[in-house]
């Protein structure tokens, strides 16, 4: 079953406290991502990997970091949050050999108070 | 750098209306153009894509036209349907990156029976 899995679906964190976002897939895609969505703003890339410990920052790295460890497993991590990343986190997959047609998670919808 | 623009913010349509949304790029060179779908709770889905001037991606009875000269990839619909309410989003594969994407800010659809 070829699929992006994101845990958790719904967070809510205090601010100031650290937040663990987790991405699997079962498609040994190589090239993984993390997006942002905000309304008005569409998705906004985070960081991208392009295999196990190869990362490189999106367009918006600031306030997090990313570990991927395994080719099927990639992280996103929020130390000591803050408010303004109250949003909705999406991960998402592809293939080098596919040309970017990615394969999305259904989001984590991150709330920080 | 790269970018997508996408014209309207939100479309509202009755249906078996005819749908446009206008989506108009920058880039150098040939970038790969896309077209993505979001359903409520869901993350995007892959709609279609185009590589070269003049091609014509579709699917779903959606389609869109790959234009050079007026660096545009506008989707349409002959007739809409209530399901078809969703985040439409256009996307480029950035020249200079085999694997990052670059979204527009999204289009939602809207479609009342």
């Known amino acids: 079953d070829m699929k992006v899995t994101q845990m958790p679906r719904y967070l809510i964190k205090r601010m100031g406290e650290n937040v663990l976002l987790e991405c699997g897939q079962d498609?040994?895609?190589?090239?993984m991502y993390w997006y942002r969505q905000d309304p008005g703003l569409g998705l906004q890339l985070i960081y991208i990997?392009?295999?196990?410990?190869?990362?490189s920052e999106g367009d918006i790295p600031k306030g997090y970091r990313v570990s991927r460890k395994k080719r099927e497993h990639f992280s996103l991590i929020l130390d000591s949050a803050k408010t303004n990343q109250t949003s909705v986190y999406f991960c998402?997959?592809?293939?080098?050999?596919?040309?970017?047609?990615?394969?999305f998670g259904s989001g984590t919808r991150l709330l920080v108070i | 750098g790269d970018s997508v623009t996408q014209t309207e913010g939100q479309v509202a349509l009755s249906e078996e209306d005819f749908l446009t949304i206008h989506c108009n790029y920058s880039?150098?060179?040939?970038?790969?153009l896309f077209w993505y779908v979001q359903y409520p709770g869901e993350g995007p889905q892959f709609l279609f894509r185009a590589s070269r001037d003049k091609e014509k991606g579709s699917s779903r009875g959606f389609e869109a036209t790959y234009n050079k000269e007026t660096t545009s990839f506008h989707l349409q619909k002959a007739s809409v349907q209530e399901s078809d309410s969703a985040v439409y989003y256009c996307a480029l594969g950035e020249t200079s990156s085999f694997s990052k994407l670059v979204f527009g800010q999204g289009t939602s659809l809207s479609v009342v029976p």
């Open positions: 498609m040994s895609h190589e090239t």
């Open positions: 998402a997959s592809s293939s080098r050999q596919g040309r970017s047609d990615y394969t």
């Open positions: 880039a150098s060179g040939y970038p790969a």
């Open positions: 990997s392009y295999d196990v410990d190869s990362n």
